[in-house]
């Protein structure tokens, strides 16, 4: 059985799974070459619209792999320092991967994301969460940092700046009802519709225009990194102009609310 599966449980939705769930689907090299893989492959799918990704059994992600890790791929002839900065840079292309994924990525938490799980989660454009979700920056409790994988500018960029200290400083446990109240994901629902309510906002985000999705996608995050707020507008402006004079779509919006039909963009 492949450690990742890729699905299509809805029109234009994809769905990616983290499958090694006797593991709680810990970040194993390999299980992450080929998660990067399939990002990567769904960003380029023309059919996808929008993807959720989850992880199989209990877990969304573990974090590092303890017990049975593996090696990263290539690292013939390297030494031990080496090989841990080429460990590093894998994982960390696997937080870009889901960064550079065109379409929007909603992640189903639907248990666990410890460490390195709790980087992925956050690496998502929106998360939603089972009630049995918990999250912890687990590196200060392993005697380690909790900074990993971008945790220390995504976590702040989430929550606020003191919440993010406070929670990667102390190590402590965050549940699904305490993250949905600081924001860390967008909103908690019982396991069992966890996977329908994402497909369901899926699907709504896939009606859309696909370029003014992806655009605000974009222009979303480089907010984030904006350094000032005459720069971003700027971006903004181009994207809305972008697809404003390149499209049919706000003509076909109007036309729509007038006919009492939905809008049918065809960009």
């Known amino acids: 059985m492949p450690f990742v599966l890729i699905d299509k449980p809805r029109p234009h939705v994809t769905l990616i799974t983290l499958n090694r769930p006797e593991r709680m689907n810990a970040m194993a090299f390999d299980v992450m070459v080929p998660f990067r893989e399939a990002l990567e492959e769904v960003s380029r799918d023309n059919d996808t619209r929008a993807v959720v990704i989850t992880g199989a059994g209990r877990g969304f992600c573990s974090g590092a792999d303890l017990e049975s890790a593996g090696a990263p791929p290539g690292i013939d002839g390297l030494t031990l320092s080496t090989i841990a900065l080429r460990s590093m840079e894998l994982l960390d292309d696997v937080v870009r991967a889901m960064r550079r994924v065109h379409q929007p990525v909603i992640a189903a938490i639907n248990g666990p994301a410890i460490g390195g799980g709790m980087c992925l ?55 699904a009802a305490e993250a949905e109240r600081i924001g860390l994901v967008s909103r908690t629902v019982p396991g069992d519709k966890l996977l329908g309510a994402c497909y369901d906002l899926a699907e709504r985000i896939a009606g859309f225009s696909r370029p003014g999705v992806e655009l605000t996608k974009r222009s979303l995050w480089s ?14 402006g181009l994207g809305q102009l972008y697809v404003r004079l390149t499209t049919q779509n706000f003509d076909e919006a109007i036309a729509a609310r007038k006919q009492n039909r939905p809008p049918d963009f065809k960009d």
């Open 121 to 175: 989660s956050l690496a998502a454009d929106i998360r939603l969460a089972s009630e049995t979700a918990l999250f912890r920056a687990a590196g200060i409790n392993n005697g380690l940092t909790a900074s990993e994988l971008g945790l220390s500018y995504l976590l702040p960029r989430a929550i606020g700046a003191s919440r993010a200290f406070e929670i990667m400083l102390s190590g402590r446990d965050v549940d």
């Open 223 to 236: 907010g984030l990194d904006a350094s000032s707020l005459d720069a971003h507008m700027g971006q903004e």
